[in-house]
């Protein structure tokens, strides 16, 4: 029996071997896939936010993208995890809308992305594939197995990265 | 007052529902003009919900659905949503455009433009409504649309809302149409309005 565990909206979950992590419909949100190749522990957020110095309420540490990943890779390094050996796969960051006015707003999907991408670095986790962008929505799946990120969309087919 | 969904009394979900009512009341009368059609509708649901549970509150986060997405501005600013299922969506295109209901819709510019002007008339007769009620001006966009899957779309509100809190709340009204069934459902950022209302 596969062992499913499902990850929601402003939500993030670490497992042991062996899990497959999904978390369905991401748009705007980026989704944060972490995965440890030798002890095979992973780790998906589903991040809505891009800063949590930007927001008075910050309660739920998985609704911020550099929150987010704080907690996950806490969370996979009392799974034993190893640190070092943690590689990252970003999913998600779509502009769903395209709106002529309001940029801010429909922005929030890049910046999602590019909070990833800093928080990330500062923490010398490095990023070997990206699916990100565009204007459409993804689903992923997150194998402990091999690491790999199962995409799936409406109309824009299905990848692994 | 604070901003924070999570602990709404019971006249307080009642004047949100209230306001539902009155705004689809309206919409419903100006889709039943457009249509040339009788339009039915329930008594709008409030729900708060946590992030967890917002994408599957139409029935799946993958499903794929039709989002209109107006911002909104005036007196208060926020957003306002129209989710359609697609098949929903598809047999609107077919009545505006007097074709059989059954006929394929493959959202050509001309269908997601006819699609458009029904989510602006039926935010624009919501709006109204309210803008009425509350004495506030309120002034919709023009939509923008997306097809896509459910939890992607709802994502774009529910970010915004993230912005203040940990929930979302939720105005879903049901449309009817003979055996057509059209699901609206009403996003809401309009906090100010119930601030201003009392």
């Not at chain 2, 539902?20 to 709008?44: H, Q, Y």
Request: with cysteine.
């Amino acid at each position: 029996m596969e062992n499913i565990i499902k990850v929601g909206m402003a939500d993030l979950k670490a497992s042991h071997h062996p899990a497959i992590l999904t978390t369905l419909g991401l748009g705007s949100c980026v989704g944060i896939a972490l995965f440890d190749r030798t002890t095979k522990v992973v780790g998906l957020a589903h991040a809505m936010l891009p800063d949590s110095t930007q927001v008075k309420n910050k309660t739920n540490a998985a609704k911020f993208v550099d929150t987010a990943i704080d907690l996950l890779v806490e969370e996979m390094l009392n799974l034993g995890a190893v640190k070092k050996k943690i590689v990252a796969k970003l999913a998600g960051g779509a502009q769903m809308f395209v709106f002529t006015q309001g940029a801010e707003l429909m922005r929030i999907g890049h910046r999602n992305v590019e909070a990833a991408r800093k928080k990330l670095e500062s923490l010398n986790i490095p990023i070997i594939s990206e699916d990100t962008g565009g204007n459409y929505g993804r689903t992923v799946e997150l194998d402990s197995d091999s690491g790999m990120l199962l995409i799936r969309t409406i109309g824009y087919g299905i990848k692994q990265i | 007052m604070s901003v924070n969904f999570d602990n709404l009394d019971k006249i307080q979900i009642d004047v949100l529902r209230e306001m539902g009512n009155i705004g689809s009341g309206n919409a419903a009368t100006a889709l039943a003009k457009i249509l040339n059609k009788r339009v039915n509708m329930d008594v709008p649901q409030v729900r708060v919900l946590q992030f967890q549970e917002v994408s599957d509150i139409l029935g799946g986060a993958e499903i794929p659905v039709v989002g209109l997405l107006l911002s909104v501005t005036g007196d208060i600013s926020g957003s306002i949503m129209f989710i359609l299922e697609d098949k929903a969506a598809c047999v609107l295109i077919n009545i505006l455009m007097g074709k059989p209901l059954d006929e394929v819709v493959n959202f050509d510019e001309i269908q997601v433009s006819a699609l458009k002007e029904i989510g602006n008339i039926l935010a624009g007769s919501y709006l109204s409504a309210l803008s009425t009620l509350t004495n506030l001006i309120i002034l919709p966009s023009v939509p923008e649309l997306a097809i896509d899957m459910a939890g992607a779309i709802i994502s774009v509100p529910a970010i915004e809302f993230g912005k203040i809190g940990d929930s979302v709340l939720f105005i879903e009204t049901e449309f009817n149409e003979g055996s057509t069934k059209v699901v609206g459902n009403f996003f809401w950022f309009l906090i100010l309005i119930l601030m201003k209302y009392y």
